[in-house]
């Protein structure tokens, strides 16, 4: 995994990363989180969020996405489902969710430039050193960047 500072979508919108994905509940509630962002400056993301079941546990592990363009170039944003709920005893994400869903990316996505948050160990109280493992094993000869805000 290479790691790099900076903001994920602006890095994604100069044309950095060819795919972005961060974490979403199964509720159709982006409200936290680069989740919230993503769907105030992309409202495609959340409308394929919306296309899915709300509140169905069988969205653990899977994914959603949205093609965007923009003036500066096009990407894809990835919808993975790695937590059931955004309330309740955290931790919240399913290290199996993280697992399921970066193995779909890796097939569906396979060569492209990927990039994406510390999903699952922020909001969804989650342990990056879990999820971080799971992502490397499941994007093996990918090209995958974890990309952190500066502090």
Known sequence: ??????????????GEFDVIVHGCNCFHTMGGGI??????????ALEADKATPAGD???LGSISFAQVERATGKFT???????????GPQP???????SQAFDTIAQQFNGARIGYPM??????????????????TALEGCDHTLVKLPE
Do not use: C
Not at 6 to 14: I, K, R, S
């Open 57 to 59: 546990r069988e969205k």
């Open 119 to 136: 999903i699952g160990a922020g909001l969804a109280g989650g342990d990056w050193a879990i999820i971080s493992e799971r992502i490397n």
């Open 35 to 44: 989740a919230r962002v993503i769907a105030q400056h992309f409202p495609e």
């Open 92 to 98: 919240r994400v399913s290290y199996e969710a993280v």
């Open 77 to 87: 944003i990835v919808n993975a489902y790695t937590q059931f709920d955004f309330r």
């Open 1 to 14: 995994m290479k790691e790099r500072v900076g903001d994920l979508l602006l890095l994604a919108l100069d």
